[in-house]
């Protein structure tokens, strides 16, 4: 029940993420939004998620404990979530209210980065270390099946019936979730709905704040927390910018339509981002997360660089010779070049989040994490603002090709990780040895 309850609250991040930055962003480049407004609501879809670990403190420090320690911030934000969504329902004119559209998806996302730190805090309150692996992973994918119902299934409803409709059906879902975690207890004697007066004794393992500041503070003096941070900052910069791009590229009247982009970036190419995020867990466990995480970003970086070259073939199929029910199919450049990117970075992102783990000062791993986890959010909210800054003055392909040159910049500084951590575990071992 807790595990159903933690896959079913990250496929419910999952589910509006797709909405907005898929079926949302494809119906508004059909009916022509300019580049510039759709960096920024891409931008403000990323945003929040970049300063969550403000909320941490927060969460820690105000609690209903005979209702949950974190059980109340996740109903609050639940309830949040659905609200701010509902205000789409109430703009007539999507197109002709444009900041007004971007206000409530920023303030929705602002909802749901409250909510992914609460699930986090509450997966690790209620999870054994043993099953936290395992965990971790079905957690991801039930967001990736949330993006993929928000992007090809809504997407596929917006077209058909209307973007209003879509909405409908996505709060619907919300209403479903938020039972679970309504009915959820974290602790034998927690109470459903009525608080009561917290009892003394579960305060006492209460860290102060001003301990963990501390703790905080020294977990920064190490040379390997900030080549992380200089990490986090610069690898999502493409995949904001190719994510900007392909929307403003693919989505006109002689491309594709709002349901053909729908269909292949929030199905196809979603499943092979399951897929890799699947695999990225598993490689991460036989190789290290560093060799991962290179030949992962290597591989994107070609991905992007030789899909920019051969612009003026993206319209044309590609082959396969196939075996039973699938000879002979076809598909085109795009799909085929959307699948591989979002294979390879789901591959990094695992491989990321399992290097970042492992360079956590254990006793504030949890906030360290999603201070890092910020900063990759950032990185594509820069990447996704600069598309916007620059797409009108550098060709498509040339835009993929130099994303793919700044690859080499993530890859070095994850080099740079692995020989810290190396000279690290090297001066233990000789201090062990002394001692």
């Known amino acids: ?20 930055t898929i079926t949302l962003a494809a119906h508004l480049s059909e009916q022509g939004i300019g580049k510039a407004d759709l960096a920024t609501l891409l931008a403000v879809t990323t945003l929040p998620w970049s300063f969550k670990w ?216 979603v499943g092979f981002g399951l897929t890799g995020a699947v695999l990225g867990g598993v490689f991460a466990d036989w190789f290290s997360p560093t060799r991962v995480a290179v030949a992962a970003a290597g591989a994107l970086a070609l991905v992007w660089i030789g899909f920019g070259l051969i612009e003026a073939q993206w319209m044309e199929p590609i082959h396969f010779a196939g075996f039973g029910p699938y000879h002979g199919l076809n598909f085109d450049r795009k799909t085929v070049f959307l699948c591989l990117q979002e294979f390879f970075a789901a591959l990094l992102s695992v491989a990321l989040f399992a290097l970042f783990m492992s360079v956590a000062v254990p006793r504030v791993a949890a906030t360290q994490f999603t201070a890092y986890m910020a900063f990759l959010n950032l990185s594509m909210t820069i990447g996704v603002s600069l598309a916007g800054e620059i797409s009108g003055t550098i060709r498509n392909g040339d835009l993929f090709v130099i994303i793919g040159l700044w690859q080499l910049v993530p890859i070095a500084i994850i080099l740079v990780v692995h020989r810290t951590m190396l000279d690290a575990k090297k001066n233990d071992t000789k201090k062990g040895a002394l001692g």
């Open 1 to 20: 029940m807790r595990l159903m309850t933690l896959c079913m609250l990250y496929f419910a991040q999952g589910l509006p993420f797709g909405f907005v």
């Open 54 to 269: 403000c909320w941490g403190p927060l969460i820690d420090g105000i609690q209903i404990r005979s209702l949950g320690r974190r059980r109340p911030w996740i109903l609050f934000a639940q309830v949040m979530m659905a609200v701010s969504m509902c205000a789409i329902l109430l703009i007539p004119d999507l197109m002709g209210n444009l900041q007004m559209v971007i206000w409530v998806v920023f303030l929705h996302n602002i909802f749901g980065s409250m909510q992914d730190v609460s699930v986090d805090a509450l997966a690790v309150d209620l999870l054994p270390a043993n099953e936290r692996g395992r965990a971790n992973g079905l957690m991801y994918g039930s967001s990736y099946l949330g993006t993929m119902l928000g992007g090809a299934g809504l997407g596929i409803v917006a077209s058909r019936w209307g973007l209003q409709t879509a909405v409908w059906v996505q709060l619907q879902c919300f209403a479903i979730i938020f039972l679970l975690p309504l009915f959820l207890r974290e602790r034998r004697g927690d109470r459903f709905f009525i608080p009561t007066r917290s009892n003394p004794e579960d305060d006492k393992d209460r860290e102060s704040f001003p301990q963990l500041l501390s703790a905080i503070y020294a977990a920064f003096q190490h040379r390997v927390t900030w080549v992380c941070v200089l990490l986090a900052l610069t690898v999502k910069v493409g995949t904001g910018v190719s994510l900007t791009i392909g929307l403003t590229a693919f989505v006109r009247v002689d491309v594709w339509t709002l349901e053909q982009y729908s269909i292949v970036m929030g199905g196809w190419a």
